[in-house]
Nanobody, 116 residues
Framework: QVQLVESGGGLVQAGGSLTLSCVASGITFSRYAMYWYRQAPGKERELVAF????????KYADSVKGRFTISRDNAKNTVFLQMNTLKPEDTAVYYCKVPGDSAASWGQGTQVIVSS
């Protein structure tokens, strides 16, 4: 069964940077596109970034374009989210996800708090 473990969240001042990591196990990682989502308090979960299975294509939410970069290392079964120029509105729990509808397709999340 797939297992996704995120790390790298924390407290950062506005304008700062963080890099999130998500390590996958239980799947042939290089066969799957990967997603980063986030959920802010009182808001619905939203898609932040997407990367193809080989990393040759990416897409971003308009709110993070130019500030966030998604990447992956298939040799290490890991997907990253580099977040620069962070804003207080980026405060959320960030989740990585593989395609699929099961609860197991989500990681447990990592909290990012951006102070103003």
């Amino acid at each position: 069964q797939v297992q996704l473990v995120e790390s790298g969240g924390g407290l950062v001042q506005a304008g700062g940077s963080l890099t999130l990591s998500c390590v996958a196990s239980g799947i042939t990682f290089s066969r799957y596109a990967m997603y980063w989502y986030r959920q802010a308090p009182g808001k619905e979960r939203e898609l932040v970034a997407f990367i193809t299975h080989v990393g040759d294509g990416t897409k971003y939410a308009d709110s993070v374009k130019g500030r966030f970069t998604i990447s992956r290392d298939n040799a290490k079964n890991t997907v990253f989210l580099q977040m620069n120029t962070l804003k207080p509105e980026d405060t959320a729990v960030y989740y990585c996800k593989v395609p699929g509808d099961s609860a197991a397709s989500w990681g447990q999340g990592t909290q990012v708090i951006v102070s103003s």
